[in-house]
């Protein structure tokens, strides 16, 4: 509570002091849909469409009671947005059985990076629907909705109406996997930091790209610190940690990707003129569960909550939800006890209640750059000033 009064008192500080902000007409966006891209943070169940994966238990268990193709017990970030501008949560463009598309669509999968990955599932880590492909897929989209709107009936009603797309929000999380599927490969953290500029070259193109097909109003996550994760600590055991215990060259490397991000928009900010272009730092508000968890309600923030084996009960061979036979018994790896009370879901991914805590924190545009709430965020006037 007492950091949500801090952002209060810096909002009030920022309307007051800046007057540009203060003298302009600040109504809340009035989006009518939501058009994600992006990996396992914001599928909804892409990945679960196509490959199956995750379909069992106790994915989903908080919130929706069942398996959705979330990686996490409940909700994630993209929901809490989806719910805050009163949408309902958003189906996958991959999943044709009822989905609706009146209020937008996620493209979204799993493992999906921004460049062209090296090898794909199932046989590699990476979705074959990384950036360039889902930027195809929304085009298609469009052109698609246009001829069903025309041929009318019920699956007209399904359709987000043609404005929409200009008038819509584009939010995006991607980028981590790019790191991360190197560092299982046995990419060197120098390696990391020098792929970054391509990288962040090709997510600008494709921001761009979404620009010339109309988007106009741009939410874009970086990535989050990747040494505090499960996943990283188990595969490298003897990097050095921090004094949290989280892997010091790897949140460096996240870090960098993210300093090159912010630049790149900024940049890209001063070129397109009608757009409005938001980053977002959610590198801040996620490692603060890890450096003070008990400030919001979080204990052991680097232990997996649904895995199993070794220091941070995570093991890449062992996923959530599976049957394991060790010592001649049956395991089922379930979840713990109270995942609201675990900051780490299956040892990449976070609870809904961490996802809750970020989303609260990154909405208020604290964490931006500039620093726009996300109801606000259609206002180019306040991006440029």
Same mark, same amino acid.
């Given at each position: 509570?007492?950091?949500?009064?801090?952002?209060?008192?810096?909002?009030?500080?920022?309307?007051?002091?800046?007057?540009?902000?203060?003298?302009?007409?600040?109504?809340?966006?009035?989006?009518?849909?939501?058009?994600?891209?992006?990996?396992?943070?914001?599928?909804?169940?892409?990945?679960?469409?196509?490959?199956?994966?995750?379909?069992?238990?106790?994915?989903?268990?908080?919130?929706?009671?069942?398996?959705?193709?979330?990686?996490?017990?409940?909700?994630?970030?993209?929901?809490?947005?989806?719910?805050?501008?009163?949408?309902?949560?958003?189906?996958?463009?991959?999943?044709?059985?009822?989905?609706?598309?009146?209020?937008?669509?996620?493209?979204?999968?799993?493992?999906?990076?921004?460049?062209?990955?090296?090898?794909?599932?199932?046989?590699?880590?990476?979705?074959?629907?990384?950036?360039?492909?889902?930027?195809?897929?929304?085009?298609?989209?469009?052109?698609?909705?246009?001829?069903?709107?025309?041929?009318?009936?019920?699956?007209?009603?399904?359709?987000?109406?043609? &404005? !929409?797309?200009?008038? *819509?929000? %584009?939010?995006?999380? @991607?980028?981590?996997?790019? #790191?991360?599927?190197?560092?299982? /490969?046995?990419?060197?953290?120098?390696?990391?930091?020098?792929?970054?500029?391509?990288?962040?070259?090709?997510?600008?193109?494709?921001?761009?790209?979404?620009?010339?097909?109309?988007?106009?109003?741009?939410?874009?996550?970086?990535?989050?610190?990747?040494?505090?994760?499960?996943?990283?600590?188990?595969?490298?055991?003897?990097?050095?940690?921090?004094?949290?215990?989280?892997?010091? &060259? !790897?949140?460096?490397? *996240?870090? %960098?990707?993210?300093? @090159?991000?912010?630049?790149? #928009?900024?940049?890209?900010?001063? /070129?397109?003129?009608?757009?409005?272009?938001?980053?977002?730092?959610?590198?801040?508000?996620?490692?603060?569960?890890?450096?003070?968890?008990?400030?919001?309600?979080?204990?052991?923030?680097?232990?997996?909550?649904?895995?199993?084996?070794?220091?941070?009960?995570?093991?890449?061979?062992?996923?959530?939800?599976?049957?394991?036979?060790?010592?001649?018994?049956?395991?089922?790896?379930?979840?713990?006890?109270?995942?609201?009370?675990?900051?780490?879901?299956?040892?990449?991914?976070?609870?809904?209640?961490?996802?809750?805590?970020?989303?609260?924190?990154?909405?208020?545009?604290?964490?931006?750059?500039?620093?726009?709430?996300?109801?606000?965020?259609?206002?180019?006037?306040?991006?440029?000033?």
């Amino acid at each position: 509570m007492e950091f949500l009064s801090q952002i209060s008192v810096f909002m009030l500080l920022f309307t007051t002091l800046n007057p540009v902000f203060a003298t302009t007409k600040t109504k809340a966006c009035d989006f009518p849909a939501i058009f994600n891209f992006g990996a396992s943070n914001s599928d909804t169940g892409g990945l679960a469409a196509v490959f199956g994966v995750p379909t069992s238990p106790p994915f989903g268990e908080t919130y929706f009671r069942r398996p959705t193709g979330r990686f996490s017990d409940g909700r994630i970030i993209l929901d809490f947005i989806a719910q805050n501008f009163g949408f309902p949560y958003l189906n996958a463009y991959l999943d044709s059985l009822g989905s609706n598309f009146s209020h937008g669509a996620n493209f979204a999968t799993a493992g999906s990076t921004i460049r062209i990955p090296n090898s794909i599932i199932p046989n590699g880590r990476s979705s074959p629907f990384y950036l360039g492909i889902q930027y195809i897929q929304f085009r298609e989209f469009i052109s698609k909705t246009k001829f069903i709107r025309h041929q009318g009936g019920l699956f007209a009603r399904l359709m987000p109406k043609e &404005k !929409y797309f200009s008038r *819509a929000l %584009y939010t995006f999380d @991607i980028g981590q996997n790019d #790191l991360t599927i190197g560092f299982s /490969n046995n990419t060197t953290i120098e390696q990391a930091k020098d792929s970054v500029a391509d990288i962040v070259n090709n997510f600008t193109t494709h921001i761009k790209n979404l620009y010339n097909l109309g988007a106009r109003s741009f939410w874009i996550h970086s990535t989050g610190p990747l040494g505090c994760l499960p996943a990283i600590l188990t595969k490298f055991p003897s990097a050095e940690r921090d004094s949290y215990g989280c892997a010091k &060259k !790897y949140n460096e490397v *996240a870090q %960098y990707f993210n300093q @090159i991000l912010k630049e790149a #928009l900024a940049q890209l900010r001063g /070129n397109l003129s009608l757009a409005s272009i938001i980053y977002v730092d959610v590198y801040t508000p996620k490692y603060s569960l890890f450096s003070n968890p008990k400030k919001y309600g979080f204990e052991q923030p680097l232990i997996t909550c649904c895995g199993y084996g070794g220091k941070y009960n995570y093991d890449d061979g062992v996923q959530c939800g599976t049957t394991i036979n060790a010592n001649g018994n049956n395991i089922f790896v379930g979840s713990c006890k109270r995942p609201s009370s675990r900051v780490i879901w299956d040892g990449t991914h976070f609870t809904e209640a961490a996802n809750k805590v970020v989303f609260d924190l990154t909405s208020t545009g604290a964490f931006s750059d500039p620093p726009i709430p996300l109801n606000l965020s259609c206002s180019r006037n306040l991006t440029k000033s």
